[in-house]
């Protein structure tokens, strides 16, 4: 059994957005591995967020993870950027 890894570009409602507590919540949701706050456009941040899971739950924890991102207060928009088997 394999891994897979998926990497998703978060970007805020507004610039009033806080990214550190929409950070805090990406952290506590399960898969979790790593994150980082990079600029996007025009002064603004986005986050990119990696989560890995086993490949025998990835029909279900991707659904996990994109419906968990979305329910985060301060999420404008989730971008699956990259998704690959370890």
Do not use: H, R, W
């Not at 929409?22 to 506590?28: I, S």
């Amino acid at each position: 059994m394999g891994k897979v890894v998926l990497i998703y570009s978060i970007k805020p409602e507004s610039q009033e957005t806080s990214l550190n507590e929409v950070a805090a919540q990406l952290k506590k949701m399960p898969y979790f591995t790593n994150l980082e706050i990079k600029p996007f456009m025009f002064g603004m941040n986005q986050i990119l967020v990696t989560f890995m899971i086993e490949d025998k739950v990835q029909a279900t924890g991707i659904e996990t993870i994109e419906n968990g991102i979305e329910k985060i207060p301060g999420v404008g928009s989730v971008t699956q950027e990259a998704m690959t088997l370890l």
